[in-house]
């Protein structure tokens, strides 16, 4: 497949098609963190000064606008999916201890653990009434299926931290849980309160679903190959807790009895202290490589979906959300 700048210029042009719904979005979260808990107050504007790609809202109004290019409305969609996919990194920066995100101090760091996690419950459930205020008995399903499959996620996830017999299959059903499940509901969502039709919601969701699991396995080769000035995340991030991401379980089957011992004694003790090493395992033993091909192979599925889809500028951006998602390096 070939790619397009995974610039931030790149990214930039894709939002410009739709600036004004993203304005609306950005005004619905404001509108959303704000409360009358000075706390929840404080960290909402912590969490909103953190910036982020925003990938997810932008996906949920071009996907709204593919299936209704003159009407498709998807602020409340957009903000809600936005709103879930913070209340778990709100949560997910507790349970992995994190310092740092997007080049800055954690929630958790700044205001502790027990604020964080429970702000991060305050947005679920701001999330919840933004998800009522669609008055779409389909959308709360959806959101709510989501959600459990969601948290499921997560706890597969802790339970395959610091195990070095994680294997292939165990990982992908976390980040299909954990990661694509949200762009999947989002895709769904989008289509849904657009009027579209069933053949549109679940090729939607079916984009939504090999993007997010592309997203996620760059993520998994960033960690090992990205500048952390422009990521602001620190290399070796999930070797440092000990998670077993598809670079390193390739590498374990693929490299030198002694660096697969290297490999499987890191994962279970976490840290960056063999760092080098590490990564100079998977680079031998073609981790990286793998990863994106699989990525790739995602891509190709996300955008074979969108073929469902009626030709127009929409659908174009939804192509160009995923090259831009596989070339990106940050």
């Not at 000075?38 to 109004?61: E, N, T």
């Not at 981790?287 to 979906?305: D, F, P």
Request: hydrophobic share 40%; glycine share 8%.
């Amino acid at each position: 497949m070939s790619t397009d700048d995974g610039s931030r210029e790149a990214l930039e042009r894709i939002r410009a098609l739709v600036g004004r719904e993203l304005s609306g979005v950005d005004e619905a979260i404001r509108d959303g963190f704000r409360s009358s808990v000075s706390l929840v107050d404080q960290i909402a504007q912590h969490i909103i000064g953190g910036g982020g790609k925003r990938l997810r809202p932008l996906m949920v109004v071009l996907a709204g606008r593919a299936c209704d290019p003159e009407r498709g409305e998807c602020v409340l969609a957009a903000a809600f999916i936005e709103f879930i996919h913070t209340a778990t990194l709100l949560h997910d920066d507790v349970v992995d201890m994190s310092a740092r995100r997007r080049g800055r101090d954690t929630a958790n760091e700044i205001y502790g653990n027990q604020a964080s996690v429970l702000v991060g419950d305050f947005v679920y459930s701001r999330a919840f009434q933004l998800m009522a205020a669609t008055r779409s008995q389909r959308v709360i399903e959806i959101m709510a299926d989501a959600t459990n499959v969601i948290a499921e996620g997560e706890v597969l996830q802790l339970m395959n931290a610091h195990d070095p017999g994680t294997t292939e299959e165990r990982y992908l059903e976390v980040i299909h849980r954990k990661t694509a499940q949200l762009f999947q509901a989002g895709g769904e969502v989008a289509a849904v309160v657009s009027g579209a039709a069933e053949p549109a919601q679940r090729a939607l969701a079916v984009y939504g679903r090999h993007l997010g699991t592309a997203y996620q396995l760059i993520d998994d080769v960033l960690d090992y190959q990205s500048d952390p000035q422009t990521r602001g995340k620190n290399l070796g991030d999930d070797l440092a807790e000990g998670k077993p991401t598809l670079p390193l379980i390739y590498a374990m089957r693929q490299c030198a009895p002694s660096q697969a011992e290297l490999i499987r004694e890191v994962i279970r003790s976490g840290g960056r202290e063999r760092l080098e090493e590490v990564m100079s395992a998977i680079e031998s033993a073609g981790g990286l490589q793998y990863t994106a091909a699989l990525a790739r192979s995602e891509a190709e599925q996300a955008l074979l979906a969108l073929d469902t889809l009626p030709p127009t500028r929409y659908r174009d951006a939804l192509a160009a959300l995923v090259r831009f998602t596989i070339a990106r390096k940050y």
